[in-house]
């Protein structure tokens, strides 16, 4: 009998010993990255304390800034986005957040409905997103997708990154390299900003009709279309928006709108020549490359945003409330880097 439990406490033993350098291999070997850090870190903000929770891609990650609406006008927000995030992540993040946070409003980026997603092209992106996920039904749904599309990809990677990035060994020095756990608290609140300004010029007839024909993709349509369902099903006020962008068209800004009124929710497109005079985009001034904006632009965004929802929604401001005094030192923070030049 002793002997038998001297067995069973090796082998506990050994598989604590073997989770340990496991999950230490895996901090040294991931690659780090400011969108998987940025998605991961909202776990730690306290349990239904975000106002307006902002779920897309990278145009997202880049323009907006719930901190500067946070200074603004005291209402919290998270950006839960990552670079040409598939719709089926897109509604696998929004269920999840659902289940930390309550928000008042949830606001989709509705870039991606007119693009086919191809996941064995798009691991990389893929990775950015799910890798600072936490393991749930939602994460495994998405996986489960991806692994039929493309079976060179395993399920097992996405579970276990380190069976991903094992090589990277070949590619760092490990002598100097430092352990990279996933970021734990963030002050920018899932913004990742680009301080750079890449002057564009708007092609010829930007915003005019053309009779360009364009579809909704399929995939895209219903998982946006879900992610609106489960929101209104749970009392949440849910606005389409297009940020800034050289590569958009009069006939898509056209079809979202229609798309809007189907699904009975706002739409803001800020490439109408209305709303961009409102906001004060300048081409020359508030870019970082053709689908980003920079923190020049990001500010002004984020600036009219904060108005709109300010007005069009109940929204509390938490200023002077004391369980919010995190989100006061986040922003001194925050305001530090983003005004940097």
């Avoid at 995030?85 to 696998?92: K, R, T």
């Avoid at 985009?281 to 945003?305: F, M």
């Amino acid at each position: 009998m002793k002997q038998k439990w001297n067995i069973v406490l090796r082998c506990i033993a050994f598989c604590m010993v073997f989770a340990l350098l496991f999950g230490q291999l895996t901090r040294y070997l991931r690659r780090y990255d400011d969108e998987t850090n940025e998605i991961h870190a909202f776990y730690q903000e306290p349990k239904d304390s975000i106002d307006v929770l902002w779920i897309g891609s990278s145009p997202l990650l880049r323009g907006v800034s719930p901190m500067l609406m946070y200074q603004d006008y005291g209402f919290t927000g998270y950006v839960r986005a990552s670079a040409l995030q598939a719709p089926a992540v897109s509604y696998a993040i929004l269920a999840e957040s659902l289940q930390y946070q309550k928000p008042e409003v949830v606001v989709l980026l509705c870039d991606n409905l007119f693009q086919k997603y191809d996941y064995a092209e798009r691991e990389g992106d893929l990775r950015r997103a799910l890798d600072g996920m936490k393991l749930s039904t939602h994460k495994w749904s998405v996986i489960q997708e991806i692994t039929k599309a493309d079976e060179r990809q395993t399920s097992l990677s996405y579970l276990f990154p380190l069976f991903r990035y094992h090589e990277r060994w070949k590619e760092i020095d490990m002598a100097n390299l430092e352990p990279q756990p996933l970021l734990q608290h963030s002050i920018r609140k899932g913004q990742v900003y680009l301080h750079d300004v890449v002057p564009q010029v708007y092609p010829d007839g930007f915003m005019q009709p053309t009779g360009e024909k364009v579809t909704f993709d399929a995939d895209a349509y219903a998982y946006t279309e879900k992610s609106i369902a489960l929101c209104k099903e749970k009392g949440i006020d849910v606005v389409l928006v297009h940020l800034p962008k050289v590569s958009w068209s009069f006939e898509k800004s056209q079809a979202m709108t229609q798309f809007a009124q189907e699904q009975q929710v706002p739409y803001i497109d800020f490439n109408t020549e209305a709303i961009q005079q409102e906001v004060g985009i300048l081409p020359q001034q508030d870019y970082y490359d053709k689908g980003h904006i920079n923190t020049k632009g990001s500010a002004k965004v984020s600036k009219w945003l904060g108005a709109y929802l300010a007005q069009q929604y109940d929204l509390p401001n938490h200023h002077g409330d004391a369980a919010y005094q995190q989100w006061e030192q986040d922003l001194k923070q925050y305001l530090e880097g983003f005004t940097k030049q």
